[in-house]
Nanobody
Framework: QVQLVESGGGLVQPEGSLRLSCVASGFNFRNFWMYWVRQAPGKGLEWVSSILPGGTMTRYSDSVKGRFTISRDNAKNMLYLHMNDLKSEDTAVYYC??????????????RGQGTQVTVSS
């Protein structure tokens, strides 16, 4: 069955960095657009970033553009999110997902269990 398993979250100070990872299984990963989305406490599911199946095109929400970088390794069925210059407003549970809409509040056909990112001094 389809599985997406995220890792790499944690507690980081403002202006710090983290790299999130997601391993995919149960579907032909290299054929799908993949997404990172996040949910802060009391808020809806927010689209963060998208990447083309081949990895040559990426898109970002305005809130993370210039700070976050999405990438993938199709040979390993892996999706990544490199996060730099983290801010307190980036605190959220981050999900690896497929079949999402690129809208501020998104819907996704499938997502993993999530990994918590907390930005605090």
């Amino acid at each position: 069955q389809v599985q997406l398993v995220e890792s790499g979250g944690g507690l980081v100070q403002p202006e710090g960095s983290l790299r999130l990872s997601c391993v995919a299984s149960g579907f032909n990963f290299r054929n799908f657009w993949m997404y990172w989305v996040r949910q802060a406490p009391g808020k809806g599911l927010e689209w963060v970033s998208s990447i083309l199946p081949g990895g040559t095109m990426t898109r970002y929400s305005d809130s993370v553009k210039g700070r976050f970088t999405i990438s993938r390794d199709n040979a390993k069925n892996m999706l990544y999110l490199h996060m730099n210059d983290l801010k307190s407003e980036d605190t959220a549970v981050y999900y690896c997902a497929k079949h999402c809409t690129e809208t501020p509040i998104t819907n996704c056909g499938f997502r993993g269990q999530g990994t918590q990112v907390t930005v605090s001094s």
